[in-house]
């Protein structure tokens, strides 16, 4: 049993990727080849954006993102407490400081009241000056944008969506990757949709600020190519490959496989109900579910379940053990007295289950009794 069946998906996609990287070899465009544009103009097309950038991942994809609204020293970017450390590892990188905020207790993303508390802590000090908000799709699970979005207006700050987990996945009929001034996701084998190695893309609507970005993906070149360099960029570009092999997969995720994903959560939802805190989603709203999570009744029971599903040898994972706040990278940053109590909580008791489009039956029934039995 894997926790993530990348085999499962390849063996129902074989043919098509097949013939597709086989394409990519007797064309030898392994850099910039054909299937990279298509690719973007059917991402763009598929959230509902103008311009889709692919690039080398998602990390990437968010400093980019960062570099784009010049985001550096003296800035304050917020973003929520249960993430990876990618979501704001671009400010340590120039110069601001990670401003971290509580989640809401039920969805586990970014909590708006806790988002306008840190703003106003941050203008009261006035060392820092707010300039972004990273609002991570966290588990694939949508943020709740029409609250963020005008906490975000009010303060004149820049909206970051970080949907590295969520691509498929909508807010009250919008895609992820459609919310905010800019959005990033990523391609890493295990989201949602993901190619054979690492890959990102990067979603906005300004066309000047498009052409900005595939600058800086090729070293900051201008209009006279990539020997005319206008501004420091870097080398962040999707290989032909990975994007032919990502074709066929966004076909699969548009036809089947978000709708599997809310089948098996809809299996794990009732097994688990009486007994475990289960996801949370809002009205109107998809989650792809690129981790299924629930929380035990305390860190001593997610610990026992933990070590009965591995005695029985059946995949789990805990996303994430440690809030950002509490990571030793980050212990310098400013917290202005936010206790983090739903993320503390949700670290504490969080555990993850095997979920992925192409999982059986009979898998997840094994799945089901295994949790079980340990309690």
Not at 81 to 96: C, H, L, Q, V, Y
Not at 312 to 317: D, F, H, L, R
């Amino acid at each position: 049993m894997q926790f993530i069946d990348l085999k499962a998906q390849y063996n129902n996609l074989k043919s098509e990727i097949d013939t597709n990287i086989q394409a990519v070899l007797e064309s030898a465009k392994y850099i910039g080849g054909p299937q990279v544009k298509e690719l973007e103009t059917e991402l763009a097309a598929f959230v509902g954006r103008k311009h889709c950038i692919t690039c080398a991942n998602g990390t990437d994809a968010l400093q980019i993102a960062y570099m784009l609204y010049g985001i550096g020293e003296g800035d304050a970017v917020f973003c929520p407490d249960i993430t990876f450390i990618s979501s704001t590892e671009p400010s340590k990188m120039f110069g601001a400081a990670s401003v971290f905020c509580d989640i809401q207790p039920d969805t586990y993303d970014l909590c708006p009241e806790s988002l306008e508390r840190q703003i106003k802590a941050v203008l009261a000090e006035g060392k820092l000056k707010p300039k972004a908000v990273v609002a991570v799709d966290i588990l694939g699970n949508p943020c709740d944008y029409d609250a963020i979005i005008p906490i975000c207006e009010k303060y004149g700050l820049i909206l970051i969506e970080d949907a590295a987990q969520s691509f498929g996945a909508s807010y009250k009929g919008k895609k992820c990757c459609s919310f905010g001034h800019v959005a990033t996701t990523s391609f890493f084998p295990a989201k949602p949709l993901g190619c054979y190695g690492d890959g990102g893309a990067i979603f906005l609507d300004d066309d000047e600020l498009a052409a900005v970005c595939r600058s800086i993906c090729v070293h900051g070149k201008g209009p006279g190519g990539k020997y005319d360099n206008i501004r420091v960029g870097m080398n962040s570009r999707l290989d032909t490959i990975q994007a032919a092999i990502l074709l066929p997969k966004l076909k699969a995720l548009k036809a089947y496989e978000v709708d599997n994903r809310q089948v098996v959560a809809k299996r794990y939802n009732e097994a688990f109900a009486k007994d475990f805190t289960t996801p949370f989603v809002q009205e109107d709203c998809v989650s792809v579910y690129a981790q299924y999570a629930i929380l035990a009744k305390d860190t001593a029971t997610r610990d026992k379940v933990i070590a009965h599903l591995s005695e029985k040898k059946i995949p789990n994972m805990i996303y994430y053990p440690t809030p950002q706040h509490a990571l030793p990278v980050f212990k310098n940053e400013p917290h202005y007295g936010e206790t983090y109590r739903n993320a503390d909580d949700y670290c504490a008791r969080t555990l993850s289950l095997p979920m992925h489009p192409y999982l059986e039956e009979a898998e997840q029934q094994q799945i089901i009794n295994g949790v079980l039995e340990a309690l």
